[in-house]
Structures are given as structure tokens and as C-alpha cells.
């Protein structure tokens, strides 16, 4: 039985993601640039024995945009996550990429650690802290540390949180960046449990002297969410959401795509 379970899991995650990149593959034939995440102050931590609380994130990003150099880079993220207790979880992420259409290379690692620090029905705090790793000659490994909110209210889930990046080495070390990274979940399904989110990123550049609104990125636009297998061991997690570029900075248009699975 214990095989034959294992079996079914590996079979699913196999059919899955072949025909997900397929998809992904004939409906926006472009490269992927960047990739996007919004970070929700929520620990991914269950009592049950059953549960190892080893967590599995696959994301990738496609910037649809008129200048050509966007178009020239492929970016994804393998996150492993591991949940430690209540309030503490620790992730490691690996950033696979194409760059200039060489072969791929990691040209970033992430060690990350969230830590929440109040945790109430309606109200969720944390803080998040991640050393980025730069594997590429001439680029600068940064220190990234994020504030983190959720709201909930009766219809749907607010998230929002506020990211601030600095470089530790090579060139503007003096410069740390501030991002804003909201999302609204609402939680009555549209349809056969898809849920409706609206998500976003803003890029206010260096908090020293903010850029002005034409020099800022701007993405805002909409997502759906879907869980395949709900309730069993082989569920999956699905989202897929769609931004629009609100200034000449921004990427005109950006796909993202997250699968989510618990182990």
C-alpha cells in the first residue's frame, strides 16, 4: 500500500506539470525575464504527526514587453520550505536562469527565515529576512528583509507587505530599494473552487531618494487559484495570475504561474 501510494503521488506531480508547461508553452511562446512572489506573514506548520511539514514551491515569470531585451532571459524558482514550529519556518530557493540565451546557469541562491509574531484570528505580523546569494561574476549578493501583514475580513484576505533590498558588496551598496507587494483573496470560489485574487508589485526605488512616478514599476492585475486533489495526499496548488504594466518602466504585460505542494 505504502508503494502503491507513492506511486500514484509520483504519477500525478509527472501528468501535471508536462501538461501545464505545454499550456504555457503554445498559449505565450516568449521567454521568461524575472519572476514575481508575494510573501503572506503565514507560517506553513501542521501538529499532525501524518505532516513532515516539508513544503515544495515551483514559479516561474513571462514579461511580455515591446523592448526586445526582455525577451532575451528565462527565469524560474525552486523553493523548498521546511516548517519548524507555530512560528518559525526556514526556505531555501534556487534560481535557475538563461542568461542572454546561454546556457543555464543559478545565478542566485536564497537562504530565507520567517518568523511571526502575532497571530490573531483577523490579524496576522511577520517578519522575513533572506541572505541572496549571487553566483555571477560582477553582480552583488544582497540582504533582503521584509515586514509582512494580513487582514481578514469577512468576504476576503488582505496581504500586504513591504520589502526593502541592499546590496552587501560590488556596486550601489549604498542604496537599499523599497517594494510593496499587495494582494486581496477573496474566498468565495467564482467557480468549481477557483478563487479570484487581485495582486501587484510596486518598485519605489531607492529609499534615499524615491524615483518619480515614471522612474517607479508598477504591475497590478488578477489571479486565479485552484486546488487539484483538495484533501488528499496528492493535492497540488495552482495559481496563475496576470499583471499590467502601469508606467513606460514596468513590463507591459507579466505572467505568473506558482505550483504548490506539501509533503
Avoid at 105 to 130: G, V
Avoid at 221 to 239: A, C, N, S, Y
Wanted: charged letters at 20%; aromatic letters at 18%.
Amino acid at each position: 500500500m505504502l508503494v502503491k501510494k507513492y506511486y500514484c503521488n509520483l504519477s500525478f506531480i509527472i501528468n501535471i506539470i508536462p501538461s501545464f508547461l505545454l499550456l504555457i508553452y503554445l498559449t505565450i511562446p516568449f521567454t521568461i525575464k524575472s519572476h514575481h512572489k508575494i510573501d503572506n506573514p503565514t507560517i506553513k506548520f501542521t501538529d499532525s504527526p501524518q505532516i513532515r511539514n516539508f513544503f515544495f514551491e515551483w514559479r516561474g515569470h513571462l514579461n511580455l514587453d515591446r523592448k526586445k531585451d526582455n525577451h532575451e532571459t528565462y527565469h524560474q524558482v525552486l523553493e523548498f520550505v521546511k516548517g519548524w514550529n507555530k512560528r518559525y519556518e526556514t526556505d531555501f530557493e534556487l534560481h535557475i536562469a538563461d542568461l542572454k540565451n546561454s546556457s543555464l546557469a543559478i545565478p542566485k541562491i536564497k537562504f530565507q527565515n520567517k518568523y511571526n509574531f502575532i497571530n490573531r484570528d483577523n490579524f496576522l505580523f511577520s517578519t522575513f529576512f533572506s541572505f541572496n546569494l549571487a553566483t555571477e561574476e560582477n553582480s552583488s549578493d544582497q540582504i533582503e528583509y521584509k515586514f509582512l501583514f494580513q487582514n481578514k475580513f469577512k468576504y476576503f484576505v488582505f496581504n500586504n507587505g513591504f520589502g526593502f533590498y541592499k546590496n552587501i558588496n560590488g556596486n550601489n551598496t549604498k542604496n537599499t530599494v523599497l517594494k510593496y507587494f499587495p494582494l486581496i483573496y477573496f474566498k468565495k470560489p467564482i467557480i468549481s473552487d477557483i478563487h479570484l485574487a487581485i495582486a501587484g508589485s510596486s518598485d519605489f526605488g531607492k529609499i534615499s531618494k524615491f524615483s518619480t512616478y515614471t522612474n517607479q514599476k508598477h504591475q497590478y492585475g488578477l489571479g486565479i487559484k485552484k486546488t487539484f486533489q483538495k484533501d488528499t495526499p496528492l493535492e497540488v496548488d495552482l495559481t496563475i495570475a496576470y499583471l499590467k504594466g502601469l508606467n513606460s518602466k514596468s513590463f507591459d504585460q507579466s505572467l505568473i504561474w506558482y505550483v504548490n505542494k506539501s509533503f
